[in-house]
T-cell receptor, first 116, second 115 residues
Framework: AQKITQTQPGMFVQEKEAVTLDCTYD???????LFWYKQPSSGEMIFLIY??????QNATEGRYSLNFQKARKSANLVISASQLGDSAMYFC?????????????FGQGTRLTINP | DTGVSQDPRHKITKRGQNVTFRCDPI?????LYWYRQTLGQGPEFLTY????????KSRLLSDRFSAERPKGSFSTLEIQRTEQGDSAMYLC?????????????FGPGTRLTVT
């Protein structure tokens, strides 16, 4: 079974600072993908970044980067130069990459608040 | 480019009533997913379609729940004899692709309140 653990229920950061959101995972699969989603108060899940288990380089997407440490089974999200609009819930998720396995398994989320 | 849409956005119903939700995926996406999200939790997988075939169902999907995707386009999720424990946000997502990232795009959700 796959499991995602996000140990930070809430994070408070000053605007323009960098923030790291923690995510650890557990799986017996060799091939898997790790995702981060943002959920604003409006409720819609917004895809941010993806890391494949065999990707040798950490993924980056604009201000988002994923600090992937496979041996430690961690996939932390780093947001650089935080903005007020980054305030939201953030979810880490994983998916097995084998034929027929499509569901995402989510963690409990971290609520990020950016203070002006 | 329209995203995933869901209707209704909010539904209030009395315990014991039946409710039906609709999801329209991104037009070229062949895969459609339903998730349920309760307050303070991450989304939990319910079921998934590839075209019109329902390929996986979670144990969370009791006999009172049924999902269809009759022509491989829109999907409906019906809950019969609703219970207070069914109160949650029901999220629909769609994707295109076979391996790798296969990013899922989510709709705005339908918030169900059972009184």
């Amino acid at each position: 079974a796959q499991k995602i653990t996000q140990t930070q229920p809430g994070m408070f950061v000053q605007e323009k600072e960098a923030v790291t959101l923690d995510c650890t995972y557990d799986t017996s699969d060799q091939s898997y993908g790790l995702f981060w989603y943002k959920q604003p108060s409006s409720g819609e899940m917004i895809f941010l970044i993806y890391q494949g288990s065999y990707d040798e380089q950490n993924a980056t997407e604009g201000r988002y980067s994923l600090n992937f440490q496979k041996a430690r089974k961690s996939a932390n999200l780093v947001i650089s130069a935080s903005q007020l609009g980054d305030s939201a819930m953030y979810f880490c998720a994983m998916r097995s990459i084998i034929q027929g396995a499509q569901k995402l398994v989510f963690g409990q989320g971290t609520r990020l608040t950016i203070n002006p | 480019d329209t995203g995933v849409s869901q209707d209704p956005r909010h539904k209030i119903t009395k315990r014991g009533q039946n409710v039906t939700f609709r999801c329209d995926p991104i037009s070229e996406h062949n895969r459609l997913y339903w998730y349920r999200q309760t307050l303070g939790q991450g989304p939990e997988f319910l079921t998934y379609f590839q075209n019109e075939a329902q390929l996986e169902k979670s144990r969370l999907l009791s006999d009172r729940f049924s999902a269809e995707r009759p022509k491989g386009s829109f999907s409906t999720l019906e809950i019969q004899r609703t219970e207070q424990g069914d109160s949650a946000m029901y999220l629909c997502a769609s994707s295109l692709g076979w391996t790798g990232m296969n990013e899922q795009y989510f709709g705005p959700g339908t918030r169900l309140t059972v009184t």
